[in-house]
């Protein structure tokens, strides 16, 4: 079982604006293998935001005001999006803040400069990551790493979806020290689908099962 994250006014704009576009897919008789391993009933595509330009721009202000109120870009030297899909992110979220942007890869690109992060960063830059989502935040740690090793300083990352299902995802970025932030979770997810209407009973009810408990759902399902 995993602590669940408590719904917010953003969470729920977020989670309406993601099934809106159809970026949301509840599959619970076909379970998704993600990257990390888990089995889920459910998917979510963040890339599907960049082709809808209201929708971006409403997430993108939620995004900066939220992360305002946390930790302020006046403690910010620098914006950093992770190969692929955080970049445009990062991107909006640097030109909204007025912030130098960067890139970082999940590897050196291995010839010319063999160059992991893209960009100009002065060491000792306060950088915050930006990815388009978590499962369970191994990712991050492997772009946290790559930036800490070239002397930025990196103490918060922010995702617009968090699954917030898996077990000791915060945690493991906690030791790091690492602070995620977040606009929504798959918690979001389900009260705006289920209030909405935007799916049958069925695949409700199969989503709901797990998040009950996403550990063995995911074992009995063919994951970790």
Not at 18 to 29: G, H
Not at 45 to 68: G, H, P, W, Y
Not at 127 to 148: C, H, M, N, P, Q
Request: negative net charge.
């Amino acid at each position: 079982m995993t602590n669940i994250p408590e719904t917010t006014a953003n969470g729920l704009e977020t989670a309406k604006i993601l099934l809106d576009i159809k970026a949301v897919n509840f599959r619970p008789e076909e379970p998704y293998i993600l990257t990390s391993g888990w089995a889920s009933p459910v998917y979510i595509d963040c890339r599907k935001v960049i082709s809808f330009t209201d929708e971006r721009r409403r997430i993108m202000n939620m995004a900066v005001a939220q992360l305002d109120d946390a930790i302020g870009f006046s403690n910010i030297d620098q914006v950093a999006g992770g190969e692929t899909a955080g970049i445009p992110y990062a991107a909006w979220i640097a030109e909204l803040t007025s912030k130098p942007m960067l890139y970082v890869r999940k590897k050196p690109k291995g010839f010319g400069r063999n160059a992991q992060i893209e960009g100009h960063m002065p060491q000792g830059s306060r950088v915050i990551l930006i990815e388009d989502l978590a499962t369970d935040g191994g990712s991050k740690l492997t772009f946290v790493d790559a930036l800490r090793k070239a002397e930025a300083k990196v103490t918060d990352t922010f995702v617009v979806f968090f699954y917030g299902v898996f077990s000791g995802a915060l945690e493991d970025l906690q030791k790091e020290g690492i602070a995620l932030h977040y606009l929504a979770t798959w918690h979001d997810v389900l009260k705006v689908a289920e209030d909405g209407g935007y799916f049958p009973a069925e695949a409700i009810e199969g989503v709901r099962a797990f998040l009950a408990d996403p550990a063995a759902w995911s074992k009995q399902h063919g994951g970790k």
